[in-house]
């Protein structure tokens, strides 16, 4: 169980982007992919569902649309339909994989089973390289294919611009901006793959490519502040690059409006509250109220040794802290989010029952009680995590934050195995922040996802000097990620890792012995717990 004050809610989706593309989600598993791709184009887009309406287009003031891959077979009585408006040349169409069947079949053409499925690297062989998709690709071209049935005739009015050896339709055009290729553009195993969206996306299309994130910041703030008027807002900053760029977001739209709680809950890693004050109360000169609540959270974690229970004390905890914090604030309408936009779509379920359209809009926090019921402020809720970093640089917070590795909302409690004391807390704050000073010495923090230390249960014999010592085992743990689902161990050089276990036991004396942990995720999981 992840604690999370609560499930994405909120509004649909932003009001006004003055261009955008809408990706419709036929229920495909890399639609949030194509949506990063477009995304790196400097270009707003959406995920919508089938059911979208031409309202929904015109609000998003969509320049083009992308019908995604999907599952589904056209032939099926359930499948995805693509809607109206994306079939009528209305908008330059392109459709990938399950999203080109289902243009041929809407259109007139006919789709037929794939002799057998096709899944892999494939060679395409360009046929017309004057098309305005294809244009600058070479060929023949590498693309990445995932799919059972294909286009065997195509709708009239309709050329092939590309060919495989086992696909003779691999990629088609009408002259009319609707277009259809069976490859996937979005994944990286088709390398020129964001060339072929770019030429969809600013040629076809139109799109400017100015979303950048000092337009983004122009327009949020002007959202919070319509959104907010002359009310206020509280926002719980955890240390973290999302909550930093959320609450500096809505500082810079009401100022004095915002109040941030920043909730000291004794297990957080060195240096990190100093950090939160001096930037948000010193630098920002935001209204922050820093709770010291440590001893509080170590009675409730008192003799707790389960990870889960660990994880709902500190959550409890954690909620009957702010709670009374907010209460001494007085009349607040509103609480800041740093909501981010795989959460939105994720929370909605992904798929063919249509993403997004599913989120009902709701003004609660889970947890909170009744009598205490904010409206929610979520500037960050239609951005990627890399894209909040980007707005925290344009928002000139301090790299430490902007880079900051992510961090467990139940803090040092879950790197400590077995129950949490005042002394194993300092113990592990004393290693880690060995670990943390060596791996920045060595320029690796960007590269590495995470690297921290873990004070395991376990007391092993040692020799110090004359004598011999039982001391506590600290372990290291420093993983490469692309995202948190899949981790691998660091290859970290054998000196750094000697380097950090020399210091670790000069400098912790309760601590005798560490070891590295070489275990991918999966099996293992990052953190021990
Ligand atoms: P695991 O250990 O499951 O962790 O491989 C995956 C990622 O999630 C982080 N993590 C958390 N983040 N609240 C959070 O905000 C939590 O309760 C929590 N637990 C784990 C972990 O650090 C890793 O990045």
Redesign the pocket.
């Known amino acids: 169980m992840?604690?999370?004050l609560q499930d994405g809610a909120g509004r649909m989706s932003r009001e006004h982007p003055h261009e955008s593309i809408v990706i419709v989600d036929m229920g495909s598993q890399t639609a949030m992919l194509i949506a990063r791709r477009v995304r790196e184009l400097n270009v707003y887009c959406e995920l919508l569902p089938p059911t979208a309406t031409r309202a929904d287009v015109a609000r998003l003031r969509a320049r083009g649309v992308i019908l995604s891959g999907g599952p589904s077979s056209v032939h099926d009585a359930d499948a995805p339909r693509a809607p109206e408006w994306a079939l009528d040349g209305g908008l330059p169409t392109l459709g990938i994989c399950y999203g080109m069947q289902e243009l041929a079949h809407r259109l007139g053409g006919r789709v037929a089973p794939g002799r057998e499925r096709e899944f892999g690297a494939a060679s395409l062989t360009v046929c017309d390289n004057q098309s305005a998709l294809l244009r600058g690709l070479p060929s023949p071209l590498p693309v990445w294919m995932s799919h059972g049935d294909r286009v065997e005739a195509m709708p009239s009015g309709f050329e092939t611009l590309a060919a495989t050896e086992t696909i003779p339709i691999a990629a088609m055009a009408n002259g009319a901006g609707l277009y259809g290729i069976q490859f996937h553009p979005e994944v990286v195993h088709t390398p020129n793959g964001g060339e072929l969206l770019r030429n969809f996306v600013l040629e076809i299309c139109g799109c400017s490519g100015d979303w950048t994130a000092e337009h983004f910041i122009t327009e949020t703030v002007a959202e919070i502040r319509a959104q907010v008027g002359d009310r206020r807002v509280i926002c719980g900053l955890s240390g973290?690059v999302d909550s930093a760029v959320a609450a500096t977001l809505v500082h810079r739209a009401v100022g004095d409006q915002l109040t941030c709680v920043f909730v000291d809950n004794g297990l957080l890693r060195r240096g990190e509250r100093e950090q939160v004050e001096e930037t948000f109360s010193r630098q920002l000169h935001i209204d922050l109220r820093t709770v010291e609540a440590g001893d509080r959270f170590l009675e409730e974690l008192a003799g707790v040794t389960d990870p889960e229970t660990k994880?709902k004390r500190v959550g409890e905890t954690f909620i009957a802290v702010f709670e009374e914090a907010a209460r001494e604030l007085g009349e607040v309408d509103f609480l800041v989010q740093g909501t981010l936009y795989p959460d939105v779509v994720e929370s909605a379920g992904s798929g063919t029952g249509g993403a997004t359209a599913t989120i009902k809009s709701h003004h609660n926090v889970g947890g909170l009680p009744e009598d205490l019921r904010f409206e929610l402020v979520e500037p960050l809720r239609y951005l990627f995590k890399d894209e909040v970093r980007a707005v925290g640089r344009e928002l000139e917070l301090p790299e430490e934050i902007v880079e900051r590795q992510?961090?467990?909302?139940?803090g040092l409690s879950?790197r400590i195995i077995g129950p949490v004391t005042h002394e194993k807390v300092s113990v592990l704050q004393a290693a880690d922040a060995v670990v943390m000073e060596e791996v920045q010495a060595a320029g690796l923090e960007r590269e590495l996802?995470?690297s921290f230390a873990i004070l395991t249960d376990t007391r092993t014999v040692g020799v110090q000097g004359d004598a011999r010592t039982y001391g506590w085992v600290a372990a290291l743990r420093a993983v490469t990620a692309d995202d948190?689902m899949t981790?691998d161990w660091a290859r970290l050089p054998a000196e750094l890792l000697g380097r950090i276990a020399n210091r670790i036991v000069n400098e912790v004396p309760q601590v005798n012995r560490v070891v590295y942990d070489i275990t991918s995720?999966p099996p293992?999981?990052?953190?021990w717990?």
């Open positions: 992840r604690y999370r973290g994880r992510p961090f467990p909302g139940p879950i996802w995470q948190a981790a995720k293992g999981t990052i953190e717990e």
